[in-house]
């Protein structure tokens, strides 16, 4: 497997004000999501902390691996090698709050190779990952927001709090078999990052993905 252990973070360079979200239309779990918006997110009220993650692929074309989505680049990418769905894995050493995963896609240069659909899944292993959202995306060029907390707004969301984060590419721009990712930023909100049973029960954080999935499923 692909992995990259601490990569530098230079998210100051990254204009989070130009950022697009996905807005949900439909409020079943997992949530699928087409509207594009603007980001409501400010930049000072979010923190970058892929850095702190090991990353691995489930697969990738030599010369274009997990170190490309690190890079602050829009010029390189990953490229997958293998068979739907590609994998993106993001392990932290302790639990994290999370509010946000940002992915950078190009369909003007990638095409066929751009996903058209996406599911973020989290857990504390990999036996026991969940479905938390998927988005359906058409021709997107630029920061795709996929926000993981209940609202869009971090007054009154709750971030998720998980050991794993998984981006699941389901499928690509006309049924392209490989992908093409340019850039992948984790967000959490400028808050205690991690969390033990002595936190103060006020801070806004689940404790589970169970408790998660009660809080989102209306």
Do not use: C
């Not at 992995?3 to 239309?25: C, G």
């Not at 697969?59 to 490309?68: D, F, L, P, R």
């Not at 996406?118 to 857990?123: F, L, N, Q, V």
């Amino acid at each position: 497997m692909n992995d990259l252990n601490r990569v530098p973070d230079d998210s100051d360079d990254i204009v989070v004000d130009d950022m697009i979200e996905i807005e949900d239309e439909d409020e079943s779990m997992p949530r699928r999501e087409k509207k594009i918006i603007k980001s409501e997110f400010k930049h000072e009220e979010l923190r970058e902390i892929g850095s702190m993650a090991i990353w691995t692929l489930s697969s990738w074309k030599a010369g274009n691996g997990v170190e490309n989505l690190r890079d602050n680049s829009m010029a390189t990418y990953w490229q997958s090698d293998g068979t739907l769905p590609h994998l993106v894995n993001i392990q932290f050493p302790k639990k994290v709050s999370v509010v946000q995963i940002s992915i950078w896609l190009d369909y003007k240069n990638d095409e066929s190779y751009t996903p058209n659909k996406i599911t973020i899944r989290a857990g504390t292993n990999f036996g026991d990952l969940q479905d938390l959202r998927t988005v359906d995306i058409e021709d997107p060029y630029g920061w795709v927001d996929v926000q993981l907390s209940g609202d869009h707004t971090l007054t009154t969301s709750r971030p998720v709090g998980a050991h794993i984060f998984q981006i699941s590419i389901k499928s690509n721009q006309q049924n392209g078999k490989d992908t093409h990712v340019r850039q992948i930023k984790i967000f959490a909100p400028k808050l205690p990052l991690f969390r033990d049973d002595s936190d103060d029960e006020d801070i806004p954080f689940f404790s589970s993905l169970e408790f998660l999935m009660h809080t989102t499923v209306r």
